[in-house]
């Protein structure tokens, strides 16, 4: 038998830094001005509806928008973006300030989408619901821009690592 160390919020920390996990950018649309984030916890939910879960902490400059506009594009970060994520978690630069527009463009619906991301779902927030700090957004994927032939970034023990497509 095996006893487990009784959890804290150190160890729950330690714990999920070893669950390796793709990259997003989810961003919003507030009457022109751009917001957005980098998130990891996004996780594919059903089929029928085309469906994903995003979990976003309610003291991010996005969520009170995402709340409001019930629409969010979520941009699948590609091998060679780990500045875009750095960038989109750093609390040195906030707000529209980081979108480049060089990098960005609207999808119909105004969501922003990067360009060079793998795939970017736009998507329309059906539901939500709170858990301590965090608000769990269920979407409906409406429409998707996909860019399949690159590799992925992943994030795993607090580095970000290029993963190379072997396709
Ligand atoms: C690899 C990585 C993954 C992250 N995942 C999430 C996440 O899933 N949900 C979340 O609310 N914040 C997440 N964050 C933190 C936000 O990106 C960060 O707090 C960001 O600055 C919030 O945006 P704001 O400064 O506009 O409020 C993550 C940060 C990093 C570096």
């Given at each position: 038998m095996i006893t487990g160390k009784p959890i804290s919020s150190d160890m729950f920390k330690q714990s999920m830094r070893f669950l390796a996990g793709g990259v997003c950018?989810?961003?919003t649309n507030n009457d022109g001005d751009w917001n957005g984030l980098t998130i990891t916890a996004v996780c594919s939910l059903t089929i029928d509806p085309p469906s994903l879960?995003?979990?976003?902490?309610?003291?991010t400059g996005t969520h009170g928008i995402m709340c409001?506009?019930?629409?969010?594009?979520?941009?699948?970060?590609?091998?060679?973006?780990?500045?875009?994520?750095e960038l989109?978690?750093?609390?040195?630069?906030?707000?529209?300030?980081?979108?480049d527009k060089d990098k960005w463009t609207?999808?119909?619906?105004?969501?922003?989408?990067?360009?060079?991301a793998l795939a970017v779902m736009d998507c329309e927030v059906v539901?939500?619901?709170s858990v301590g700090?965090?608000?769990v957004f269920f979407c409906e994927v409406k429409n998707v821009v996909l860019q399949p032939d690159r590799g992925a970034l992943v994030?795993?023990?607090?580095?970000?690592?290029?993963v190379q497509s072997v396709c």
């Open positions: 950018i989810l961003a879960v995003a979990c976003v902490n309610r003291n409001r506009t019930k629409r969010v594009s979520i941009n699948v970060l590609s091998y060679d973006q780990t500045d875009i994520a989109f978690s750093s609390s040195a630069v906030r707000g529209p300030q980081r979108f609207e999808m119909a619906s105004g969501v922003p989408v990067l360009l060079g539901q939500q619901t700090q965090h608000s994030h795993f023990n607090q580095k970000f690592f290029p």
